[in-house]
Every structure is written in C-alpha cells, then in structure tokens.
C-alpha cells in the first residue's frame, strides 16, 4: 500500500514556498528561531493570515514576549493583517493564565482550544517564555513533541517561534521534534544590517539551501531566494519553472530559432571585427579606464537591441534616467533613446544606487524583470557595483560563485548580456583578468583604451577574446565618440590607427597570445581560437 502524502499548503509569505520546495505539508511542526528583531513574529502572523484567507481558521497564542493587545497594534501596521478576519477566522488568545500549571497543563489547553475554534493553523509566538514554565529540560522537548503530534492527527499546522540560534547545540533536542525548521538571520556586517532566512530542515522535501535574502517591508516579510541556489538547482532538473529554462536552454531555444544570427551593436566596423557581431545566448565584458566610452558602447547595443524590435533591459548603478538622456543629448542616438526608453519602447531603464546593494535582492528583481519583459539583451554598467555589493556581505569568496550563476541564469533565458568594468589604464600585454570572476565568466571581451598618440589621448579597441567564433584578434583599431553618430570604429588605415603591424610581421601591442605546449601563439585577425575550450561547436 502507498502511503498518501499530506497536501502542502502555501506559505503566503513571497518566494517562501519555492525555498521549503513546495510550501508547507499540512499537519507540519514548523519551528521557526533566531535573534530578537529578525521578524519571526512577523513571519508566522502573516503566515496565519494568508491561512486564513484560504479558508483555514488560524489562531495565535501569545506566551510572555510580547501581550495580546500590544502584537495586534503592531500586526495592524502590515499590510497584510484584516480587522475583519480577526475574532472570527484568526483568535489571539495569551497563554499566560496557563503556565502556572506546567507545560503539560499548557499543551492540553492548547490542544483544546484548536480543537474548538477548528483551528487549521496555530501559531505559538515566543517559546522562550513557556520554556521556562518547568524546571525539567526534557519537558520542552516532550511539549513539542505532544503538542505538535496531536495538532498533526486533527490536520492542524503547528509554527512555533523561538529566540535561539538555530545552530546551538543546545537547541537540537528540541529540533528533533520539528518536521520543518526556519534560521532567521539578523546580522550586522560593518554597519550594514542584514536579514535572511536558512531552511535548516524541511522533512520529506527538497528545500533550497544556504542562507537566503529577507527583507521586511509593510507588507510583511518578502523572500529573495539564494541566486547560486536557484541555478544550481534548475541545473539539476529538480527545479522545474523555478527558472524559465531547463539546462536544455541551448537545444530549446535553437529549436525555436532563438540563436540564430547575432546580436549586433549596430557599428559597421566593429561588427566586422565581431564577424556579425555577438553570437546570441552570451556574456560580453567590456573592460576600459575611466573615460573610454564603456557606457557610450553599452547604450549602441541597447539601442540596436530596440531597434531590432528585441526587448533590452539596461541595468545602471550610475546614470539616472534624465543623466543617460543628457549623456545621448549631443548625438544623434538621444531620439531613438528617447523613444526607446518610452513606453512600449522596446528598452527598460532598471536603475539601482550603488549604495548598500543587497545581491539576493538585486539577482531576483533582475530575473524577474527579464521574465516579464521577455527581454533578450541585457545591460549592466558596472561589473564592479555587482562585484562590490557581493563582497560587501562579509563574505567576498562568494563572488565568483554568484557571478558564474549569475552568467548561467541568463544563458537558460537565451539572453545576450553586455557588463561594462572599469580597469586601471594599462598596456595590453600587461593585461591578466585571470583573477578577475566576471571577465572568466564571460564568453567575451573587449578592451577600451586611451593611448598617447602624439599630443592628443586616441581611443583605441580590441577584441580579447570571443570564445565561440571566428574574430579579429589581431587588429588593435581606432575609434571616436563625436557628434552626430556617437561611436565610430574606423576602418583599418584611417586616422591615426594604433598597432597595426605588415602582414607577416611582429605582433601587434594589442594581439591576444595562447600558450600552447609550453609556446605562444599569435592568432591571426578571423582565425579560430587555438584552445579546445574556445573552439565553436560543431567545428573540427
């Protein structure tokens, strides 16, 4: 006979259900602990409200945190907590006349008031305070444990909350007796508070791990599900629709003709130099010192991207919406940039201050914005702000695991990204982003420089390295940002071009070089990359 699994019911507390992996089973203990402050009590009261908006009646008894009347003065303030649900489909009751006879006692009158209220959902707010009822150690765990079973054969879903550090070893006699168990996080990193939520416990489910984003607002808690988490997981198949694509990203969308053609920046000679432009579905960093149009480069793929009919997302830590306009304003580009960035334009502003960025938060409005605009071509000026706001969680080793997901995300959407980061001006032969997460990530890169050319600063680029097609790596080329048409990449012999040496000669100053066997190589402007890694698929 096959045993029939309780029905998992939805937690109402947003992206909360798709990191326990489903919601809550019904009939579960659900102990939820941490630190005064974290927004437990927040979290189980909006937790029985939207029960209560199912149809289940929830009733919250209050121990000696906190009184009745003072918890539903500061639940009004929520927007999800309903005056008219209160007293018939949500009861607060205090447990305070009760633990004077023991935390037996306790549980009785517990059980029995759900029992007549035909409660569905009972949450327990603040067993700090019942535990101290009995002197024996063991009688919390009993209390959980006969309270939480009991409540489970009437279908009821027990939560009880907890200051305790979900990580003591004194906590774990009392874990035991919880089928889901909730880490609140409320840490001070520098000067910077920072929430989050662990699922430590989910029995019989399949929870994301790790330590994921929270954020409490007025409308209650709000979830940010760990990005690392979330790909690894869509990678794995045991995640279907928590991305939009299954790791059969590239068969599906090449089916659908989705990575057919390139993705151009709309500047003849440089599209040359790309031969077609960007191949559909990768990463592209472009790396330049400050000043060498990084930005200006970025805003020609957005607009070609728009002018394509393909939906782009511009993603700016710096420019405002008015400061990209006034930045377009001298060219011809400010027009179409205009009308772009107007509604049903084609391209969405997403702007963020790089002040205090919270990565969990960020990754998942990001993705979530690129699902509802179906966008195909992303920007994000900078790199560096990603980089900065990782780091600045205290825990700056994390950066590369969430910049490669962050790459895998968008690669299962079949979306054609442009990161801009700024670099100390150099020289191309001293150039080494092997350290350097983002540029490792990305399946391309182009470099922007400003060289001393006579006396004037000439701007100057070149492709580094495009890892699935032929291109120009051995033309270091001229370029202008002037009136009216904003970037133009000269062609080969005009104005005062930089590095291009006689055929057959020494290596330009800008050519990318391959060690292979222990020897270097200069690849010829459109030879295929020496390495197996870089080879294009479907080539010898």
Known sequence: MVATLPPVDPTGVPNLDSVLGGGLPRGALVIVVGPP????????????????????RAMVLTALSEPTSKLIAHLSAFTFYDDELVGDMV??????????????????????????????????????????????????????????????VLGTTTLITSEADPRDPAFFPEATTGDVILGLRYDL????????????????????????????????????????????????GSRTGELARSDRADDVMAAAGELDG????????????????????????????????????????????????????????????????????????????????????????????????NPDILAHQLLETIDATGTKRLVVDSAAEVERAVADTGVPQRVDNYLAALVEALRMR?????????????????????????SVMAENVLLLRQVERRDRLVRVLSVLKMRFSAHDTGTVREFVIAPPGGVRVLPAGEGSTVGLPERGGAPPAGARSQRRGGTRETREPGSFPGSDDETPEGLP
Do not use: C
Not at 117 to 139: K, M, S, T, W, Y
Not at 276 to 301: D, N, P, Q, Y
């Open 262 to 357: 390139r993705a151009t920046f709309g500047l003849p000679e440089l599209d040359a130099l790309l031969e077609g432009g960007l191949t559909r579905g990768t990463s592209t960093l472009i790396v330049g010192s400050l000043g060498t149009g990084k930005t200006m480069l970025a805003l020609h793929f957005a607009l070609a991207g728009a002018r394509a009919g393909e939906p782009t997302l511009f993603l700016g830590f710096r420019e405002s919406h008015r400061q990209l306009l006034v930045k377009a304003e001298p060219f011809a580009m400010a027009a179409e940039l205009r009308a772009a960035l107007a509604p049903r334009g084609g391209l969405t502003l997403m702007r963020w201050s790089p002040v205090e960025v």
């Open 414 to 438: 079949g979306v054609t990204a442009v990161f801009t980061k700024e670099i100390a001006q150099t020289t191309a032969p001293e150039l080494d982003f092997a350290q350097n997460p983002i």
């Open 189 to 236: 990193v520098g000067v910077q508070q920072l929430r989050g939520i662990e699922p430590i416990k989910v029995r019989g489910g399949a929870p994301l791990t790790g330590l994921h984003g929270l954020g409490l607002t007025s409308a209650g808690t709000y979830v940010y599900p760990r990005l690392e988490a979330r790909v690894a997981a869509a990678s794995q």
């Open 37 to 56: 402050g974290s927004g437990k009590t927040t979290l189980a009261n909006q937790m029985a409200f939207a029960a209560a908006r199912m149809g289940r």
């Open 91 to 152: 009861h607060f009751f205090s447990l305070q006349q009760f633990l004077a006879g023991g935390l037996e006692a306790t549980g009785d009158e517990i059980v029995a008031a759900a029992r007549r209220i035909r409660a569905g959902f009972v949450v327990l707010d603040g067993f700090r305070g019942i535990r101290g009822a009995d002197v024996d150690p063991q009688a919390a765990r009993q209390f959980l444990y006969d309270v939480g079973s009991t409540l489970s």
